[in-house]
């Protein structure tokens, strides 16, 4: 089984700050994929970044970068200067990376980005 | 394309009663999931389906929940004798295939039991 921490349950900076979100997981797996993703008020999950478990290089997707520490279970999100858009709710999740498993999330991060 | 559709947005249901919620996935994506997410948490999963089988259902919680997707396209996620504990909202979402897949998801079903 799978579990995943989220202990910010919110968190807010103003416009253009950089903002990291934390996230510890645990898991039994040897092969396995971590995610971020957003949730606004429409409810729609939106996926922001991923990193597969075997990689050991920091995923990055333009504004969002990851910190992922594989021996302390840590996969942090960083946010550079952040835009009001980025308000939201930010899961992390993980998978296994045994085949097409379903996703086991965190709790959330409601991230409020003040102008 | 469009993506991941479900009907309906917002369901309303007493007590005791069934429910049916529709998920329409992203045309030729063989991976369906289900998810609960129950106010102020993350998604659970439910169910996953590859084609029309279910190769994964631990997450129902009992046997009220049941899900089928007929011709590995739309899914069908039914609830019967509905509880007030029932309520959350829903996610379908459906990816290509098994593997690194992304997962892309629809905007949910709302469902409150009165």
């Known amino acids: 089984a799978q579990t995943v921490t989220q202990s910010q349950p919110e968190m807010s900076v103003q416009e253009a700050e950089t903002v990291t979100l934390s996230c510890t997981y645990d898991?039994?797996?040897?092969?396995?994929?971590l995610f971020w993703y957003k949730q606004p008020p429409s409810r729609q999950m939106i996926l922001v970044i991923r990193?597969?478990?075997?990689?050991?290089q920091n995923a990055t997707e333009n504004r969002f970068s990851v910190n992922f520490q594989k021996a302390a279970k840590s996969f942090s999100l960083k946010i550079s200067d952040s835009q009001l858009g980025d308000t939201a709710m930010y899961f992390c999740?993980?998978?296994?990376?045994?085949?097409?498993?379903?996703?086991?999330f965190g709790k959330g991060t409601h991230l409020i980005i003040q102008p | 394309g469009a993506g991941v559709s479900q009907t309906p947005s917002n369901k309303v249901t007493e007590k005791g009663k069934y429910v049916e919620l529709r998920c329409d996935p992203i045309?030729?994506?063989?991976?369906l999931y289900w998810y609960r997410q129950s106010l102020g948490q993350g998604p659970e999963f439910l169910i996953y389906?590859?084609?029309?089988?279910?190769?994964?259902d631990s997450g129902l919680p009992n046997d009220r929940f049941f899900a089928v997707r007929p011709e590995g396209s739309v899914s069908t996620l039914k609830i019967q004798r509905t509880e007030r504990g029932d309520s959350a909202v829903y996610l379908c979402?459906?990816?290509?295939?098994?593997?690194?897949?992304?997962?892309?998801f629809g905007p949910g079903t709302r469902l409150t039991v009165t």
């Open positions: 999740a993980s998978r296994s990376g045994g085949g097409a498993d379903g996703l086991t």
């Open positions: 898991t039994s797996e040897s092969n396995y994929y």
């Open positions: 990193q597969e478990a075997y990689k050991q």
């Open positions: 045309s030729g994506h063989t991976a």
């Open positions: 389906f590859q084609g029309t089988g279910a190769a994964d």
């Open positions: 979402a459906s990816s290509e295939s098994s593997g690194m897949g992304e997962q892309y």
